[in-house]
């Protein structure tokens, strides 16, 4: 079931972004972050931050749903999935 679900236009610098636990240190610049396999999933995962490759350099919009249960997705109408956990 849907809990939540939140749409704003962020900024993708340099064709990426960031969705960090502000009370965590985070490292972007490791070399274990942005991977081959991160860069081709377009998703980078760390401790604490997860990052977001985006197509745009510029504006791009954002949608973050909350589910209790796994969704029901029609993948099929998406140019891209990667899945991640929070």
């Known amino acids: 079931m849907l809990l ?8 993708a610098s340099h064709h990426q972004f960031y969705i960090e636990d502000p009370d965590f240190p ?3 610049a490791a070399s274990d972050f942005w ?4 860069s ?14 985006a ?11 909350y589910h209790d249960l ?7 109408l998406w140019d891209h999935v990667t899945e991640a956990g929070l």
């Open 35 to 38: 991977t081959e396999t991160a």
């Open 55 to 65: 197509v745009s350099y510029g504006f791009v919009r954002l949608i973050s749903e």
């Open 4 to 11: 939540e679900r939140r749409e704003r236009t962020i900024y």
């Open 70 to 76: 796994p969704p029901d997705l029609e993948i099929e």
């Open 26 to 28: 985070v490292d972007t």
């Open 40 to 53: 081709k999933n377009h998703l980078a995962i760390g401790p604490g931050v997860l990052g977001i490759g």
